[in-house]
């Protein structure tokens, strides 16, 4: 649970107790209480061999000796299927925020305002919004603005500080594992991608055309999901014409309830794949197993018989040719690449509900483990399109001013708010958390390696060159050389549906420490790419200049870096976009200001740079004079390398703390014209540490971020 003394209190006002006194008298945890209940499934389900030594609820235990699967070759080649299931409107933070291990509430590198709040307390007339636990379901479902004319409001210029007049207070609600524990325990036991952005800071469909196509090709809003009159390349046509087999597995009845696409598969707005009457007397777009048409279930909408309600009978059949074509023997069996389109009621929009979302999902999973053969190679990509209207505190990629493609008037398409992203495979099994940037643009990245892989290339032309740049492409969140192909048991989501049926919620009155105390943190996984930043200061102009730089990675890796100042200067937000072959610089000019300065740099992954002090006029010397060196050092024990120099002739005193991490707290005397080396440890590759120097000059400096781990 967060513990950040911004956040507010949890509103139980509205909380319904529905756990029975038996139980709560009995002195279970809350994880007994919820098996008690009957919210937990039964033991672990072997399907194929290999162990991790995972408990049933995402602890961990002693890992026997790795030892691949029968039949796995350890790498990419072991993948047979890719399935894509994108549910709808939460933002990362109201559903993970509060979970260990992720970059949430707890997030010690997030943007600071200039009157010493951070990005959490979200300014409010002359008062301020923070987040809000909530815990009924009521208080989970609701539909806030998400256009994206109010999306850049809330991200008002890169400031973002707008949420709460841009969205409302309701913008700040998050939930926990109390609230919805299929969520959480699903991803304590796979790997969540903690920096993924909706690709466009606006609503449903522009970010659903960024998953099918790549770009929204200008377009903001909603509408237009069945005109038939666009006309861009769809990666299902790229994958056709590659040969690779896919398919869209949506209820194709006009409804918006609990069937029919809720408008959802807007490839159906394209002219090669609409219903229109040539498409549909094109027998070899519209042929049971490789049309165009057929593949994309883009036929006219129509009554399917299945009752409006959240049934059995309903989901199965809402689900009914994708749980049949995984099937054994199937007549179309299930594609190389598949994307699912839920029913509104069943989307997890804050309209319907979280439950039934994850009854929903949990029944993608069942019908995948119905047969070995297929979920042993599948990768299940869980996602949503955009956040709604809910909070996320991260800073999203930052465009400079002019990037092709990138705009609308003055202001950025993208990226928008983090949301969620589960990877669910044998890959990647064992509670670990991703944070390259990532945004809708990476699954078809992801799609393009593998094919390519595979000998048959399914290339996007759409995507842009500055995207490529800044999003990952899912590799590096995928451990395909140690797959583990047992099944983790996770909460019956049939009784959570239940609760939510009868407008309950699942939180109990337990003490506030035995809440979900028992979820580890989840694992980073290791990057091969790290940004850096050094600060010089040139004492003859009085200027101070930050220089911005990136280690490793794959060719044409960038990452984007944001420039704040925290005084004397408006709060603006000075985009940079980094790369190995193009590194950038930030110059404040202090002698506008008496020698003073004092700004902040943060990029992806915890990166933060804060740069305070006063320039000394050269030749002044007389006190000490603090200067430092810092080296970010790679490889399997990354360190930070720091240099404390005395340019004076005066001694100075030095005092490193760690803000976060590891390294404590470090008293060092640099005596005039000399230096000191220090070794800083890190966590996982992680650092942030704050140096101070006693010169009376207001010199404060902080380094924090992430080493790499990969150096090959």
């Not at 000796?65 to 994108?86: C, N, Q, R, S």
């Not at 636990?133 to 400031?159: C, E, I, K, M, P």
């Not at 790549?214 to 769809?234: H, K, L, P």
């Amino acid at each position: 649970m967060a513990t950040d003394p911004e956040l507010s209190q949890s509103d139980n006002s509205q909380q319904e107790v529905i756990v029975p006194d038996s139980i709560l008298r009995s002195g279970l945890s809350r994880r007994g209480m919820l098996k008690a209940m009957g919210l937990f499934g039964g033991a672990t389900v072997l399907v194929g061999g290999g162990a991790l030594g995972l408990t049933a609820t995402g602890g961990r235990g002693k890992p026997a000796a790795y030892v691949l699967p029968e039949g796995f070759t350890g790498t990419m080649a072991d993948l047979k299927h890719v399935v894509i299931l994108m549910q709808e409107n939460r933002s990362f933070d109201h559903y993970y925020g509060a979970m260990p291990g992720l970059r949430g509430f707890n997030d010690k590198q997030a943007l600071r305002f200039q009157n010493g709040t951070t990005v959490f307390s979200q300014p409010s007339g002359s008062s301020a919004v923070k987040p809000k636990h909530v815990t009924t379901v009521a208080q989970s479902t609701t539909g806030l603005a998400h256009d994206y004319g109010t999306g850049a409001s809330a991200w008002n210029g890169g400031r973002y500080n707008n949420w709460v007049p841009a969205k409302g207070s309701a913008t700040m609600n998050y939930l926990t594992g109390d609230e919805i524990p299929w969520q959480w325990s699903l991803a304590s036991n796979y790997t969540v991608c903690d920096n993924y952005h909706c690709s466009l800071m606006g609503p449903t469909t522009p970010n659903r055309l960024y998953l099918w196509t790549g770009t929204s090709n200008g377009v903001t809003g909603n509408g237009g999901e069945t005109s038939g009159n666009r006309a861009w390349q769809t990666y299902p046509e790229a994958l056709q014409a590659a040969g690779v087999s896919w398919r869209v597995y949506v209820d194709n009845n006009n409804g918006d309830g609990w069937r029919g696409d809720y408008q959802d598969n807007p490839i159906r707005g394209f002219a090669t794949l609409t219903p229109s009457a040539a498409n549909l007397a094109d027998t070899t777009k519209t042929a049971p197993g490789t049309g165009l048409v057929w593949r994309a279930n883009s036929f006219p909408y129509a009554p399917d018989g299945l009752p409006d309600n959240d049934s059995d009978t309903n989901l199965n059949g809402v689900l009914g040719d994708f749980i049949a074509a995984c099937a054994p023997d199937a007549e179309f069996p299930l594609p190389q690449v598949s994307w699912i389109v839920s029913p509104y009621r069943w989307s997890e929009h804050p309209s319907a509900n979280p439950e039934h979302g994850a009854h929903y999902t949990n029944r993608v999973i069942q019908a995948l483990q119905s047969n070995p053969d297929i979920w042993n190679h599948t990768l299940l990509i869980l996602n949503f399109d955009e956040n709604d209207g809910y909070f996320d505190h991260v800073l999203p990629p930052f465009p400079e001013p002019g990037t092709a493609n990138e705009y609308s008037g003055g202001t950025p398409l993208g990226y928008g708010a983090r949301v969620p992203m589960a990877l669910i495979s044998p890959w990647t099994r064992g509670g670990w958390v991703n944070s390259e940037v990532m945004d809708h643009t990476s699954i078809i990245r992801f799609l393009e390696v593998w094919t390519t892989s595979m000998g048959t290339p399914a290339l996007s032309t759409m995507i842009t060159p500055w995207r490529r740049t800044i999003s990952g492409d899912l590799t590096s969140a995928i451990g395909f050389s140690r797959p583990v192909l047992d099944a983790p048991s996770l909460p019956d989501t049939a009784a959570l549906v239940a609760i939510a049926r009868a407008g309950g919620t699942i939180a109990t009155q337990v003490p506030a420490e035995d809440q979900w105390s028992d979820y580890p943190p989840l694992r980073p996984r290791p990057l091969s790419f790290h940004a850096h930043s050094t600060f010089s200061e040139d004492r003859g102009t009085g200027k101070v200049t930050a220089k911005m730089s990136l280690f490793g990675g794959p060719d044409g890796k960038g990452v984007s870096l944001q420039a704040f100042p925290d005084k004397y200067k408006a709060f603006t937000n000075t985009p940079f976009t980094v790369t190995t072959a193009a590194p950038r610089s930030y110059t404040w000019d202090a002698s506008g200001y008496q020698g003073r300065y004092a700004f902040s740099i943060y990029g992806p992954d915890g990166f933060v740079r804060s740069h305070a002090g006063t320039v000394l006029p050269a030749g002044q010397n007389n006190a000490g004079v603090p200067r430092v060196d810092v080296d970010l050092v790679a490889g399997d024990r990354p360190t930070v390398t720091i240099r404390l120099h005395n340019d004076g002739l005066q001694q100075v005193r030095y005092i490193l703390t760690a803000n976060d991490h590891v390294g404590g707290t470090q008293d060092h005397w640099v005596a005039p014209g000399r230096s000191k080396k220090v070794t800083w440890p890190t966590a996982d590759g992680y650092y942030d540490i704050v140096m101070t120097a006693d010169t009376g000059t207001g010199w404060n400096h902080r380094y924090a971020g992430r080493i790499a781990q990969i150096t090959a």
